[in-house]
């Protein structure tokens, strides 16, 4: 008898989902950047992740809103092409209730960027509407993944403005959604507008063995993609590999297991209507 050739369900969702996983953390990876912070010491610190988005022609770089306060405190930088780059200029920003930036439950930032931070960031690495998705239909069995930068996996390093930028290491975490309206409410947010992920301490890999999950400290401000539903169709070898930008990463919440996410939604209508 032959063995090694029949997948089972399980071995076949698996391979399905890390398939997908690499498929768009490849897709998207140009897109996604850490976010650095000046320490006194003259290093660069990780404290978020962000990304590069195109809307009706004009460019962005968009980031979590807690991300972008800290420019209050230390001089931000942006990973370029070739080198950090030091983020200025003016940002839209979500306001902040009167409880602070902690009850911010939309908590996004954008600033338009000029043709030449575009240059140096590389042109050809915003996402644009083709790679946008609408956020419609049922969300059983649908898998996302979450795409980042943790500082628990980047260490603060000299910083270099000039010369070759930090080497950041991505993170890139797949699973399906929260559905029941019951952990909504106990995050504070609606379907309508948020995406849940669900994460935990411990998650599988995709070989099937349970291991710790990496803290996603960090991650904020990175993008949640949708890369289908897990179904017979797109388990057939010639299914398509199309996945779709669907949020940002805004907060972990520990106790819900489960990470935030804006619709991808909020966040071009807030640039459209700026």
Same mark, same amino acid.
């Given at each position: 008898?032959?063995?090694?050739?029949?997948?089972? =369900?399980? $071995?076949?969702?698996?391979?399905?989902?890390?398939?997908?996983?690499?498929?768009? =953390?490849n897709h998207f990876f140009p897109s996604?950047?850490?976010?650095?912070?000046?320490?006194?010491?003259?290093?660069?610190?990780?404290?978020?992740?962000?990304?590069?988005? $195109?809307?009706?022609?004009?460019?962005?770089?968009?980031?979590?809103?807690?991300?972008?306060?800290?420019?209050?405190?230390?001089?931000?930088?942006?990973?370029?092409?070739?080198?950090?780059?030091?983020?200025?200029?003016?940002?839209?920003?979500?306001?902040?209730?009167?409880?602070?930036?902690?009850?911010?439950?939309?908590?996004?930032?954008?600033?338009?960027?000029?043709?030449?931070?575009?240059?140096?960031?590389?042109?050809?690495?915003?996402?644009?509407?083709?790679?946008?998705? $609408?956020?419609?239909?049922?969300?059983?069995?649908?898998?996302?993944?979450?795409?980042?930068?943790?500082?628990?996996?980047?260490?603060?390093?000299?910083?270099?403005?000039?010369?070759?930028?930090?080497?950041?290491?991505?993170?890139?975490?797949?699973?399906?959604?929260?559905?029941?309206?019951?952990?909504?409410?106990?995050?504070?947010?609606?379907?309508?507008?948020?995406?849940?992920?669900?994460?935990?301490?411990?998650?599988?890999?995709?070989?099937?063995?349970?291991?710790?999950?990496?803290?996603?400290?960090?991650?904020?401000?990175?993008?949640?993609?949708?890369?289908?539903?897990?179904?017979? =169709?797109?388990?057939?070898?010639?299914?398509?590999?199309?996945?779709?930008?669907?949020?940002?990463?805004?907060?972990?919440?520990?106790?819900?297991?489960?990470?935030?996410?804006?619709?991808? $939604?909020?966040?071009?209508?807030?640039?459209?209507?700026?």
């Amino acid at each position: 008898m032959m063995t090694g050739l029949i997948l089972t =369900q399980d $071995q076949a969702v698996r391979a399905w989902i890390k398939e997908r996983t690499d498929h768009g =953390q490849n897709h998207f990876f140009p897109s996604v950047r850490p976010i650095y912070w000046a320490t006194p010491t003259g290093t660069a610190e990780a404290v978020g992740s962000s990304f590069l988005l $195109q809307v009706d022609g004009r460019r962005y770089l968009v980031t979590a809103a807690h991300v972008l306060d800290l420019n209050k405190d230390s001089t931000l930088y942006v990973a370029g092409s070739n080198a950090l780059e030091m983020i200025t200029g003016v940002a839209g920003v979500t306001k902040a209730p009167a409880s602070g930036r902690s009850g911010d439950k939309f908590d996004f930032a954008f600033m338009e960027l000029p043709e030449e931070f575009v240059e140096r960031l590389g042109a050809d690495s915003f996402i644009d509407a083709n790679d946008v998705t $609408q956020n419609r239909g049922t969300l059983d069995g649908r898998c996302f993944m979450a795409l980042g930068y943790p500082a628990s996996r980047n260490k603060a390093k000299p910083i270099s403005v000039t010369g070759m930028h930090v080497r950041a290491k991505a993170w890139a975490y797949s699973a399906t959604v929260h559905t029941d309206e019951k952990v909504f409410e106990a995050v504070g947010v609606s379907p309508e507008s948020h995406l849940l992920l669900k994460f935990d301490k411990k998650s599988k890999a995709f070989t099937g063995e349970t291991t710790s999950s990496i803290t996603p400290n960090g991650a904020s401000g990175g993008i949640l993609a949708d890369l289908g539903r897990i179904d017979p =169709q797109s388990l057939a070898p010639s299914a398509q590999l199309s996945p779709r930008l669907a949020g940002i990463l805004i907060e972990h919440h520990p106790t819900s297991k489960a990470i935030l996410a804006v619709k991808i $939604q909020s966040i071009i209508n807030a640039i459209r209507g700026s």
